[in-house]
Every structure is written in structure tokens, then in C-alpha cells.
């Protein structure tokens, strides 16, 4: 199954792009999308335990995810 | 009970007059603006970005929430995006309630909550040219790609 990742500020600097389709075995998890969001260039970066959104709520590491979601990894929120 | 993020000038006067009923007896305006010295370095701007849908779904969870714990409907907040300068208002929360306790209370609420789950960041502009990434407690992350 496919999901869509979305990557903002610092991060998406750090990987070099805004967004990428993310190819995950069916049962995948949250984890498991950053272990494969991990092994790319760049991404060594990301701190250890990035903030998830899954279909722009947080969500923890343990979400089932399902093909189609939009999985965003949330740099430190700086807002106000 | 309103919340949005805007591209243009947040007009304040606007909020105030939205919140506006005759059984409120207390009106809050807050207004955070960019100010021109973040951590020893002097600023010329503030470029804000966002997850723009989870960052209005959240906004909107907040307002409700504050209406709840609070008991007033008359809330609204605007958070700006793009490029804005020193002084420009980047968020605006007014709050109207009959009583002025829970009028404090609520805008505090919708400030504290807005800065801990919105997904909004900031790029710092520096007098030298230089721009970084800053976190909520206005600390450098990192530095921006160019």
C-alpha cells in the first residue's frame, strides 16, 4: 500500500522535498513508516521521536496505517 | 465562535466587534506581534508557514474546547501566514464574556493551546540576511536551507 507523507519547515529542508508517496507492507504502523522515512538521505537529521499526524490528527506509534493516508511528520510547533 | 488562518492583515477592530453581545460584560483582545530582537539577534521579520488543514482543524478544536471549559460562545482567533514584519499582529484571539475571570481564562486557554498544537512554524529573518527555523520558546532549531 502507498501513503502519502508531508514534511514542513526544518524538515522538509532537511530531506529536500514537501512530500513523498511512501510504499508500506499491508498492517504497517506509524513506526514503521519513520523506520523507511529514516533509511533516506538526508533524514539522519530527523530527531529521534518526530511528532506524527495521520490524516491531520497526532497520532501515536503504534496507528495502524491504511493506503491513501497522509502521514506528517511535525517539526516543533512554533505558532503565535 | 471563529477561527481562521489569513493571508492578509488581521483586522483586530473586526474581532472585537465580532465578539460584541450585550450580555457580555468583559471584552479580551490579545494580539502577538513580531518584535525585532529574538535571542540577542536583531530581526527584521518573521516568515510563518503551516500544515494549513490540520492546523484550522486544530485551531477550530481549541475554540470549541475554550467555549466548553469557559462558557462563551464569543471566541475567535486568526493566526497569520507569509512574510510579515516587525510589528505586524501574526495572532489575534478576542474573547467576550459576560464575566471578566473566565474572559482571561479563555483567551489564555486558546493562546497556550494554539502555541503546544497548531502546526504552524517560523522562519526567523535576520538583519544579516541570514534566516533560521525557531521553536515555540523562540530558540533556534535550524538553520534554513537557501
Known amino acids: 500500500m502507498t501513503v502519502k507523507v ?4 526544518s524538515y522538509a529542508d532537511t530531506l529536500g ?3 513523498l508517496a511512501l510504499d508500506l507492507t499491508a498492517g504497517a504502523t506509524v513506526s514503521d513508516a519513520l523506520v523507511e522515512i529514516r533509511a533516506m538521505p538526508g533524514a539522519d537529521r530527523l530527531p ?3 511528532l506524527v499526524a495521520v490524516n491531520e490528527r497526532y497520532a501515536r506509534r503504534d496507528q495502524e496505517l491504511s493506503a491513501g493516508d497522509e502521514v506528517a511528520i511535525i517539526p516543533p510547533v512554533a505558532g503565535g | 465562535m471563529r477561527s481562521a488562518l489569513t493571508d492578509h492583515p488581521i483586522d483586530t477592530a473586526a474581532l472585537v466587534a465580532e465578539v460584541a453581545r450585550e450580555a457580555n460584560g468583559a471584552t479580551l483582545l490579545f ?10 539577534r536583531a530581526v527584521t521579520g518573521i516568515e510563518y508557514t503551516a500544515y494549513r488543514s490540520m492546523a484550522e482543524r486544530e485551531m477550530g478544536d481549541i475554540v470549541r474546547e475554550a467555549a466548553e471549559k469557559f462558557g462563551t460562545a464569543d471566541i475567535v482567533v486568526e493566526h497569520r501566514l507569509g512574510e510579515l514584519t516587525i510589528g505586524d499582529a501574526s495572532v489575534a484571539i478576542a474573547v467576550a464574556h459576560p464575566r471578566r475571570n473566565a474572559a482571561y481564562d479563555a483567551s ?5 493551546q494554539l502555541k503546544k498544537r497548531v502546526p504552524v512554524w517560523k ?3 535576520y538583519v544579516d540576511g541570514t534566516r533560521e527555523w525557531v521553536g ?10 537557501k
Open chain 1, 6 to 9: 508531508l514534511l514542513f519547515a
Open chain 1, 17 to 19: 522535498t514537501h512530500q
Open chain 1, 48 to 50: 529521534p521521536e518526530p
Open chain 2, 31 to 40: 494580539i502577538g506581534t513580531v518584535r525585532d530582537v529574538n535571542d540577542d
Open chain 2, 108 to 112: 489564555r486557554y486558546v493562546i497556550e
Open chain 2, 123 to 125: 522562519l526567523e529573518l
Open chain 2, 136 to 145: 515555540a520558546g523562540g530558540q533556534r532549531v535550524a538553520e534554513a536551507a
